[in-house]
């Protein structure tokens, strides 16, 4: 088996979905990224204050704090505490793609996620 491309790479996933969080978090761990995942926005955020990642994902329809609130809230940090750090919105509404990247998503997939496609988008964004 040849080394994936994201080994080593530093990934928050953010799903309130267990499913879709667990199955996203071991496909990435499988292809040798280093994951952590949050099943809210607000749970993140504090990940996000402890720890560096390289590429974030994100739901977007969460209880509470939503995806847009999540984007907002990592835009404002400085960038040396992560307020710069790629994200992509997963989201099951076509239509959302525009203010998703207005609001500070890097890409937008929709679900459910071409897998994958997804491991080729995080090593990309994380420069690999």
Do not use: N, Q
């Not at 088996?1 to 979905?17: E, Q, T």
């Not at 609130?69 to 400085?78: D, E, G, K, S």
């Not at 609001?103 to 491991?119: C, Q």
């Amino acid at each position: 088996m040849s080394a994936h491309p994201v080994v080593g790479v530093r990934v928050l996933v953010v799903d309130d979905d267990d499913g879709v969080r667990e199955a996203v978090r071991d496909y990435l761990a499988d292809c040798g990224a280093d994951v952590v995942s949050a099943r809210s926005a607000a749970a993140a955020m504090l990940l996000l204050g402890e720890s560096r990642f390289d590429v974030v994902l994100s739901d977007v329809a969460m209880p509470g704090h939503d995806g847009f609130w999540l984007i907002h809230a990592v835009r404002a940090l400085p960038p040396e505490r992560g307020g710069s750090v790629p994200a992509i919105a997963m989201s099951g509404a076509v239509d959302a793609v525009e203010p998703l990247l207005a609001a500070g998503f890097t890409e937008v997939r929709s679900k459910p996620l071409d897998m994958a496609e997804l491991v080729r988008l995080v090593a990309a964004l994380a420069g690999r």
